[in-house]
């Protein structure tokens, strides 16, 4: 079954494991962790916005090894978070016991299925999902128990892959193929930094407006281009891409917003 190849696929290597060659057991690991991701990724604090839900429920789906789970904890959300990935799941409490820090309500499970183990009738003012959905077999699945699971004036916030970016445009030229009947081909196999992800979707605008039909879209926009030589990046160095090197960072910024590989939504329940 796909489900099955998804969850071994993330068991292997959990996103930004690697992101630190420290013991998983110490707070210097999660620290580099920390540092890494947010460097290259600067705008997921941005998006995530954890200081804004203080004292409230936050579902994360998707928690993967926890660095947006263990800054939603510190700034005082109550957090639950659902991981199909069992490994995934342990480094994230893992990580969370070294730090201190009590573990969040924890479900290893398809959030396919968030109805069947969720304490009936228990809401949220967040449900948020970063950079998961589009790996799973049927996203349709987990936006309509989302909506079933937000508080009336919650908010759904996620992060879905760009059907048309720089990312992939870079991948066809790499391969010198121009033919965008194989753009799905092309982006499913380079989507992850181990390759052959089992499902990497991908969107435009409108096919997420068809995916979040029953809410209401308040913010939808793209970021994220990944300007830095990979080759210098595995071993720990930030060096630029000969591409951007004399970009101005405005530019660079627009070019994000133009063609940027994440598409960032925040939704509201239709009233």
């Known amino acids: 079954m796909l489900i099955d190849k998804i969850q ?17 057991d110490t707070p210097e690991y999660s620290h580099e962790v920390e540092t890494r991701k947010y460097f290259v990724e600067p705008h997921i604090p941005l998006f995530a ?30 957090l639950t978070v659902i991981e199909l990935s069992q490994n995934s799941l342990d480094i994230c409490q893992r990580r969370f016991r070294s730090l201190n820090l009590p573990t969040p309500t924890a479900y290893s499970a398809n959030a396919e299925d968030m109805d069947d183990f969720l304490p009936e009738n228990v809401k949220y ?10 790996h799973t077999e049927s996203p349709e699945k987990i936006i309509a128990a989302a909506k079933k ?6 908010e759904l916030r996620i992060m879905l892959y760009s059907k048309y970016s720089f ?11 121009w033919d965008f009947s194989r753009a799905e081909e092309i982006i499913q196999h380079y989507a992850e930094a181990q390759l052959q992800c089992p499902q990497a979707l991908t969107y435009t605008f409108g096919d ?13 926009k793209k970021d994220h281009i990944f300007k830095y030589s990979i080759p210098e990046y595995i071993k720990g160095e930030y060096v630029v891409a000969n591409a951007f ?16 590989w994440h598409t960032l939504v925040k939704a509201t329940l239709k009233q």
């Open 8 to 24: 071994k696929y993330w068991d292997v290597r959990p996103c930004n494991v690697r992101h630190s060659k420290k013991d998983i």
């Open 49 to 78: 916005d954890f200081k804004a839900w203080e004292n409230k429920d936050v579902l994360e789906i998707g928690c993967g090894i926890g660095t947006d789970s263990i800054n939603f904890h510190r700034n005082g959300a109550r």
């Open 125 to 134: 003012d967040l449900i948020y999902s970063f950079g998961v959905i589009h």
């Open 149 to 154: 699971r937000l508080k009336k004036d919650g």
């Open 167 to 177: 990312k992939l445009f870079d991948f066809m030229h790499n391969e010198n193929v």
């Open 208 to 220: 997420i407006k068809k995916l979040l039909k029953n809410f209401d879209i308040v913010e939808m």
């Open 245 to 260: 090197k004399n970009m101005k960072d405005s530019d660079f910024q627009e070019m994000c917003e133009e063609g940027g």
